[in-house]
């Protein structure tokens, strides 16, 4: 897919809904550049762009495998990890709806600027970043866990700040300024800034990227298409699926297995009903597990997701498991419906699909 802005894209991850302001922040070092994003229906579709993925493995290749960086790179984990439990019970503590507006401000971007510093730590072991170690497996082997016990770890215990303490600081902003709290999940980081100042965003603005909106990151520029241009965008790159019965990616457990499929999305809207609904024996096709995956994870006969790498959480949980899983397909939750048969062959990283509901 050539455009003026890029000639390749390559698929990275979806996850449940953003702020804008978020990734729209100078600080927040993944979406610096080389990156593509869409929202639309609550979910954020992730793309990389041209060849920022080798540059990427690249870098982290000549960082993590310098001993004395990947000591490093543990102790600002275990720090981080700490000021997560610090900051969650002071925040906790705090009567937010008695702080001032410039007290409100500050901890907001506190809380902001505290994300970014877990984010970009977080994001140093996304599997294409370390897609040169991992091919160095035998080499690393004992590196890998390593990494991968630490992003697992700080999944689980970042996700409770972002979504929930975050989630109360954003609905008193919303209150003060007389705001929906979803009106501030679109407004860009220096409009965030601008409204403590007193200065909305137009309406009109913020209901177009409600819809829809494309962000693409370039070095040093940021640009949103809405209307017309996101859909077309959007058609073209998301909507647009390959016609086959036939899936690939890469083994995280091996294995063999028959079964009929259940998608689960993580919209927060319906995962805690999915996941209970999940029935023994089923085969999990999700994005990415995570922890609030886990009882079908338990329940699975093989999982299957769209992203992942060897220090993913499907990876790692379907090794404790020890159930078949094949990672990275990138097309599996667009492709496969809940009740489809299929085929996993977790040896060699196919999936066929035999029938379809």
């Known amino acids: 897919m ?8 390559d698929f990275w991850a979806r996850e449940l809904r953003l702020p804008l302001f978020w990734m729209t922040d100078s600080k927040h070092e993944i979406f610096e550049e080389g990156v593509l994003v869409f929202y639309k229906n609550n979910i954020i579709h992730i793309y990389h762009l041209d060849d920022i993925e080798t540059k990427l493995s690249e870098r982290e290749y000549k960082f993590f495998s310098n001993k004395l960086n990947a000591a490093s790179y543990k102790e600002r984990v275990g720090k981080i990890r700490d000021s997560i439990k610090r900051i969650t019970d002071s925040y906790a503590k705090l009567k937010i709806n008695k702080l001032t507006t410039d007290e409100l401000e500050k901890k907001v971007f506190e809380l902001i600027s505290f994300l970014d510093l877990y984010s970009n730590t977080y994001t140093k072991t996304e599997p294409i970043a370390l897609s040169k170690i991992e091919a160095d497996e035998k080499k690393y082997k004992k590196l890998i866990k390593e990494l991968g016990d ?4 700080l999944r689980k215990e970042g996700e409770p700040l972002f979504y929930n303490l975050f989630g109360v600081f954003l ?4 209150k003060r300024f007389n705001l929906k709290v979803i ?13 403590f100042d007193g200065k909305k965003v137009k309406r009109d603005i913020v209901e177009k990227r409600k819809k829809g909106y494309a962000l693409i990151c370039l070095k040093n520029k940021k640009i949103i298409l809405t209307e017309g241009k996101f859909k ?5 790159i998301v909507l647009t699926k390959p016609k ?9 457990m091996t294995g063999k297995v028959k079964g009929r499929v259940r998608v689960i999305l993580h919209n927060k809207r319906n995962i805690i009903k999915e996941v209970m609904g999940f029935r023994k024996g089923e085969i999990l096709v999700t994005e990415m597990t995570r922890p609030d ?11 299957i997701t769209d992203e992942g790498g060897i220090t ?17 397909t990138k097309i599996a939750t667009q492709l496969l419906k809940t009740g489809d048969l299929v085929e996993v062959d977790a040896n060699n990283g196919f999936i066929k699909i035999l029938k379809t509901k």
């Open 171 to 174: 609905k008193e902003v919303a």
């Open 232 to 236: 077309t965008l959007y058609k073209d």
């Open 2 to 9: 050539k455009t003026k802005y890029f000639k390749k894209v």
């Open 244 to 252: 086959t019965d036939y899936l690939e990616g890469r083994v995280a």
């Open 150 to 153: 630490m992003r697992f770890a």
């Open 293 to 303: 995956t886990i009882l079908a994870c338990k329940k699975a006969v093989a999982i």
């Open 312 to 328: 993913s959480h499907a990876a790692i949980i379907s090794r404790e498991l020890k159930i078949p899983c094949v990672i990275a």
């Open 183 to 195: 009106d501030l999940f679109f407004y860009k980081f220096d409009e965030l800034v601008r409204l």
